[in-house]
């Protein structure tokens, strides 16, 4: 279940399983969100929360739209799951910010990856493996395999034949 009520103050919030219409929304006091391990929990929206000290955990299921978490000490964490937008937090400048991949997928990354712990390196590729993302960027930790130092030479092939 999605559960996430809106308080004044400090919330939790919890989205293990079904689907939270309308993203999240909740720009006050110091938040927290979770989807939990084995959940098949979707928010379909951007999670958006305000100037507190927020944490976002995503061990499973899917955030349908971006996660900001505006500014103050944020920590953002992802071992499964996917992100389809872009993950911001706050402005990136002097905040206690930290963030922390070792799977899933996130769309895009808007914060200073050198304060932040992520499993592998990642590097910024343009077009996806699969048909329709040409277009797309995405963050991936392999790159592809240099080109040899010294090609083999090229081999003549057969001489063209003259039509009589």
């Known amino acids: ?10 919330d939790s919030h ?5 689907t939270s219409l309308g ?7 110091n938040n927290q969100l ?12 951007n999670v958006t929360f ?14 349908n739209g971006g996660v900001d978490q505006g500014n103050g000490d944020d920590r953002f964490q992802i071992s499964a ?4 937008g872009q993950v911001q937090q706050g402005e990136g400048i002097d905040d206690g910010d930290t963030a922390r991949m070792s799977d899933g997928r996130i769309g895009r990354v808007d914060m200073k990856l050198a304060d932040n712990l992520f499993a592998y390196e990642y ?14 960027w995405y963050l991936r930790s392999t790159l592809p395999p240099p080109p040899p130092e010294n090609p083999p030479p090229l081999q ?3 001489a063209p034949r003259r039509r009589p």
């Open 1 to 10: 279940m999605c559960f996430h009520a809106h308080t004044a103050g400090n």
């Open 14 to 18: 919890v989205c293990s399983s079904g």
């Open 23 to 29: 993203g999240l929304p909740d720009t006050g006091g």
């Open 34 to 45: 979770t989807l939990p391990t084995g959940g098949t929990g979707v928010i379909a929206g």
């Open 50 to 63: 305000g100037g507190g000290n927020d944490v976002v955990v995503i061990d499973s299921g899917r955030i």
């Open 81 to 84: 799951g996917t992100v389809t």
């Open 123 to 136: 590097f910024l590729f343009r077009g996806g493996t699969t048909t329709g993302t040409a277009e797309n």
């Open 156 to 158: 003549p092939g057969p």
